[in-house]
């Protein structure tokens, strides 16, 4: 009895050494361990492709290890990357040139990452080299990118079906460092292993979709992302100082919301069925919400979503909440001009609880 006691501690003290050596050896040969270690946030471009499309989508995401958040940043088509020149059009130039859709989007991530950090603040914030995945899927799910996208890592990355698809996740392409030479089969190896399984850590956390905006509001948009903490509707503000260290004093004291005024709202009906925009907006008032306007949505999305639209996904998460429906999904749209903070597009999944009728205008 002694000596199978005596050996099990051995066999467990053995793996816990195997353990520690592995994950040395992981921080030793990777650079993006070391900033998971250090508590430091990252950055990898992901551009997804599939057969009916021209072109992948591109899409940032920003990595806070600290806060244990993940910001899932698509970059929109008409983004522009000079005066005159947009994303699409950037990679209809790759095109004709002969570049295959990987070094175009490659070429289109790194030009991206350079306009954003070309902004005064922001080339101050340290996120160390920036990385890069191309992945090829069979297909991708309709709606707005940045929400599917998220959805689509919370299904695969999450739970049994994280550790069912592990050697499928580990056969997509790694993350590699995108302004910099190849690095070693070894170390592109480790840093897809290790880039799964932050996903696998993040899938069940704080996940907040977005969409990347133009011009001026780029600063103020990553400068709330970095100087963030996720926190319950109401909580009271926090002061930058303690939160992102390279604003310098620069950062207002408020960081995130929602603000002290109630939050403005208009409601949209993609729903096809008379009185939906009416009911909800009756719902907002009466938790609080100021709404300004009402009428029917242009499209007819999958599911609900709840647009921010000034950079503070905490009212659109608060919204969410007074609407009473959690399949709707916040995702943070910046509106240059705007006379609400909040834009509310009511698809079916969220029209059960409201007034069902038969489809008119509304």
Known sequence: MDKTATLTERLLTGLVLAAVLTVGYLESRSALAGRVQA?????????????????????????????????IIHIPDGFKLGPRE?????????????????????????????R???????SRVDLGAPRFVY????????GDPAV???RRLQRDYSGLAFWKGFPRLLRRPGAEVLLSSGAGADVAFLERLLHVLELH???????????????????PFFLRLLGTVPRPAGAA????????RPCLGRCPQDVWGPQARPVTVEVLNATGMKGIAREATKVLRLKGADVLSSGNAEGAPPGTLVHDRTGRIENALLVR?????????????????????????????????????PPESQ
Do not use: N
């Open 86 to 114: 947009t994303l699409a059009a950037a990679f209809k130039k790759a095109a004709a040139a002969g570049a295959s859709p990987r070094e175009a989007a490659r070429e289109a991530c790194l030009r991206v990452h350079e």
């Open 201 to 219: 850590r993040l899938a069940g956390r704080t996940i907040r979709p977005a969409w990347l905006p133009e011009g001026p509001a780029i600063e």
């Open 116 to 122: 954003i950090l070309s902004k005064r603040t922001l």
């Open 39 to 71: 508590l430091q946030p990252f950055v990898v471009w992901t551009a997804l492709k599939t057969p009916d499309e021209e072109r992948p989508d591109l899409f940032l995401y920003l990595h806070q290890p600290a806060r244990e958040t993940l910001d």
């Open 148 to 150: 599917a996208m998220k």
């Open 135 to 142: 992945e090829e899927a069979r297909s991708f799910p309709v």
């Open 321 to 357: 909440d007074m609407l009473g429906c959690q399949a709707a999904e916040a995702v943070t749209i910046i509106r240059e001009r705007t006379i609400v903070d909040v834009s509310v597009v009511v698809g079916e999944d969220c029209a059960g609880p409201l007034d069902r009728r």
């Open 237 to 244: 503000p926090r002061s930058a100082r303690f939160l992102f």
